[in-house]
């Protein structure tokens, strides 16, 4: 039976601090227009290119310095959090949802159709995704958001299906869904009234997989000078730092601040799946316990 939300958060404090963690980041991502809005002095607008000084140090009114152009660092960690997090977050729903539809369906069929599609999901495991990554970005003009996301999923799914397979062939045969077959249940029904409620915990781990394999994806395409150069994201900062030489100018927060809010992201994420894998894998529950 699923475990309810309450029982859940009472049962591992790796799941709640991640938890936290990742609502703080979430927080300060949807505020990040009034939170820019606190930042702008003098009626300027903290992300506008000549606002201020260029390269000056954390102070009062600016607690992070600004960037080579008069930018408040501040403000554009902000932004840029929002950035990669919809990224991750769109990357991560399209791949689970594509994940779950062909896991279950293979799972659940058997036969060819498992044969098929466990074919199609093992080609694209093999495939090395990188310079595929790189091909299609360097050719792809004037990528948004959502054309990043979508790039970033099709690559994302497979291990999610894979995993998601795996389970079902283990459950398709419980009393709970033979009995749903005597009820004249179809295929359909039964997938996602019978199966679907008692993986969602391995559904919430191949998202957080999914989610932190997009955000750092995003981020090694903006390294190399190969992501949406129209958007501001943390990648597209770490980028800039390289380019200009940050610190050999002192201007060590354009590096070091975004790569701690990338961390922050991983280890909120890796926390909340540890602490579902210490809930519902009796093993490791166990160990947990002890």
Do not use: C
Not at 215 to 235: H, Q, R
């Amino acid at each position: 039976m699923p475990v309810s939300f309450g029982a859940l958060w009472s049962s591992s404090f790796k799941l709640r601090l991640g938890i936290l963690i990742l609502l703080f980041l979430a927080l300060v991502a949807i505020l990040n227009q009034p939170i820019v809005g606190l930042l702008a002095q003098g009626g300027k607008n903290p992300l506008e290119i000549g606002a201020f000084d260029p390269w000056e140090i954390p102070s009062g009114a600016h607690f992070l310095g600004t960037d080579r152009y008069g930018r408040d660092m501040l403000a554009m960690i902000v932004v840029g959090l929002a950035a990669s997090l919809q990224v991750g977050f769109v990357a991560g729903i399209l791949s689970t949802i594509f994940g779950v539809i062909v896991g279950f369906v293979a799972g659940y069929k058997g036969g060819k159709v498992d044969s098929f599609l466990r074919t199609g999901t093992d080609m694209f495991l093999v495939v090395p995704s990188l310079p595929l990554l790189l091909t299609l970005a360097a050719y792809t003009k004037n990528m948004s958001l959502l054309h990043v996301s979508l790039l970033l999923s099709i690559f994302s799914w497979p291990f999610a299906a894979r995993t998601l397979r795996a389970q079902v062939l283990s459950l398709r045969s419980r009393p709970y869904v033979d009995l749903a077959r005597t009820t004249k249940l179809n295929d359909f029904e039964i997938i996602f009234q019978e199966l679907v409620p008692n993986l969602l915990p391995y559904i919430g781990l191949g998202l957080g997989f999914t989610s932190v394999g997009a955000i750092f994806a995003l981020v090694g395409l903006e390294v190399v000078g190969l992501g949406p150069s129209n958007v501001l994201d943390l990648g597209l900062m770490i980028n800039w730092a390289l380019t200009w030489g940050a610190l050999s100018l002192g201007a060590w927060p354009i590096v070091v601040v975004p790569l701690i809010v990338l961390a922050a992201v991983f280890i909120a994420l890796t926390l909340i799946n540890i602490g579902l894998e210490e809930t519902y894998n009796p093993r490791l529950r166990q160990v947990a316990g002890a």
